[in-house]
């Protein structure tokens, strides 16, 4: 049975950092891409990064693009994302998710792409 945990969730003040932590268990399959999604109250699942099993590759949103870089460690089954310059408006309650794999080079924006969840850590930034 796969399973997926996150940490690292907090409250911080406005230009503060964070690192959420996401590692995944039970994997029978490879290839698999791995994603950071975030929701608020009354609003969709967003995506924030994703990254795939191999490759250069990372997708950002906009809104976080060059203050919240995704890595991955492999042998672990680990990802990371490391939350620079905190702004009030990334309050949310973010969760991590794995799809099935079978692409290497491939991770999906969608939250429909995504198989397993974690059930999501809280991010609080007061301004």
């Known amino acids: 049975q796969v399973q997926v945990a996150e940490s690292g969730g907090s409250t911080v003040e406005a230009g503060g950092s964070l690192r959420l932590s996401c590692t995944v268990s039970?994997?029978?399959?490879?290839?698999?891409?791995m994603a950071w999604f975030r929701q608020v109250p009354g609003k969709r699942r967003e995506v924030v990064a994703c990254i795939p099993y191999r490759g250069t590759h990372r997708y950002y949103d906009d809104s976080v693009e060059g203050r919240f870089p995704i890595s991955r460690e492999r042998a672990t089954n680990t990802i990371y994302l490391q939350m620079n310059n905190l702004k009030p408006e990334d309050t949310a309650t973010y969760y991590c998710?794995?799809?099935?794999?079978?692409?290497?080079?491939?991770?999906?924006?969608?939250?429909?792409?995504?198989?397993?969840w974690g059930q999501g850590t809280q991010v609080t930034v007061s301004s």
């Open positions: 998710a794995t799809d099935r794999g079978g692409h290497d080079l491939y991770c999906g924006q969608l939250d429909t792409e995504y198989d397993y």
């Open positions: 039970g994997v029978t399959f490879d290839d698999y891409a």
